[in-house]
C-alpha cells in the first residue's frame, strides 16, 4: 500500500547530489547514496538505464521516481536517468584540505615519532558502545595482560564527534601514557567522515604522545590516518602494531642483554 501511494503522489522528479556509498550488482545495476549537505536518499539505476560510468564522489542529477524496496523497507529513488555534475563538493572540499595540509607540513615523515619498544600505559579513544573497543581489549589481553590501559569514551561519528575526539586526545596526552590510539569499526564513508576534520587532523600533529589511527577497514583512509603517527589498517591491527607479544619481548631483552 505504501509503495502503490509513493508511486500515485510523487511523479519523476529531478534532484542532485553527491555519490558517497555505491556497488555493481553480479546483474550490473548500479546501488547507491545520493547525498547533499543535509541528507541522503539510496538509488538503484538498473543496467538497462545505465548512459555513464558511475563513481565515489561524483557529482551528478538525476531523473528518478520515489518508491519503496519492499524486502527491507527501504525508501530509495529508481533512476530513469543520470548525467554527470562534476565532482562532488565534499570531495573536493576533502582533496583541497588534504593539500593544504600537506603543503603546511602536518603529514611529513620527519614529524613521526616512533613507537616505543616498551609500552606500559595505553591509551583508547573510541566509542565505549562499539566493536572496535572489544576487538582492541581482545588482542591486548591475548598479547600482553599486564599493560594497563585507560579509555577515553567518544562518539566515532556525526557533527559533534570531532570536537569531542579533539578534548580526548588533549586529555589523554597530559596522562604520560607511551601510546594513544584512536580508533573506530567500519562504516559508510559519511560514518567515518568525521576523522576528515581539519582541526582533528591539526591536534594529532601536535601531540607529545606516539599515536596510532585505526579507522574502518584496510580500505577506508582518512585525513588523520595521515597526521598520525603511525596507521593501522583495523583496530584489531593497531592492538598487534601497539602491543607486542609479551613473552617475545621477553626474549628480545634477553637476547639484547646478553
Not at 105 to 127: D, V, Y
Not at 131 to 160: C, F, S
Amino acid at each position: 500500500m505504501l509503495k502503490k501511494h509513493l508511486a500515485n503522489h510523487w511523479q519523476a522528479l529531478w534532484l542532485s547530489g553527491e555519490i558517497f556509498e555505491i556497488y555493481r550488482s553480479p546483474a550490473g545495476h548500479q546501488y547507491f547514496t545520493l547525498k547533499d549537505t543535509s541528507a541522503s536518499i539510496k538509488c538503484v539505476l538498473f543496467r538497462q538505464k545505465q548512459s555513464i560510468p558511475l563513481q565515489k564522489g561524483q557529482k551528478i542529477t538525476v531523473l528518478a521516481q520515489v518508491t519503496l524496496y519492499e524486502s527491507r523497507g527501504d525508501l530509495q529513488l529508481n533512476v530513469i536517468r543520470a548525467m554527470d555534475a562534476g565532482i562532488g563538493d565534499w570531495e573536493a572540499q576533502l582533496a583541497q584540505l588534504k593539500q593544504k595540509l600537506e603543503t603546511q607540513g602536518l603529514f611529513s615523515s620527519e614529524h613521526k615519532k616512533s613507537l616505543p619498544t616498551w609500552i606500559n600505559r595505553l591509551a583508547i579513544i573510541t566509542s565505549n558502545n562499539g566493536a572496535a573497543l572489544h576487538d582492541v581489549l581482545d588482542i591486548i589481553r591475548k598479547r600482553n595482560p599486564l599493560i594497563e590501559v585507560t579509555i577515553y569514551p567518544t562518539q566515532v561519528q556525526g557533527p559533534t564527534a570531532p570536537g569531542q575526539i579533539i578534548e580526548q586526545l588533549h586529555f589523554a596526552d597530559t596522562e604520560n601514557h607511551d601510546v594513544v590510539l584512536l580508533t573506530r569499526g567500519g562504516g559508510s564513508k559519511e560514518d567515518l567522515w568525521a576523522f576528515n576534520d581539519e582541526f582533528l587532523a591539526r591536534t594529532l600533529h601536535q601531540m607529545n604522545t606516539t599515536t596510532i589511527s585505526a579507522v574502518g577497514h584496510e580500505t577506508d583512509t582518512t585525513l588523520i590516518d595521515y597526521a598520525s603517527d603511525r596507521r593501522a589498517p583495523t583496530p584489531t591491527g593497531a592492538a598487534e602494531i601497539a602491543v607486542p607479544v609479551r613473552r617475545e619481548l621477553a626474549e628480545r631483552i634477553s637476547t639484547t642483554s646478553a
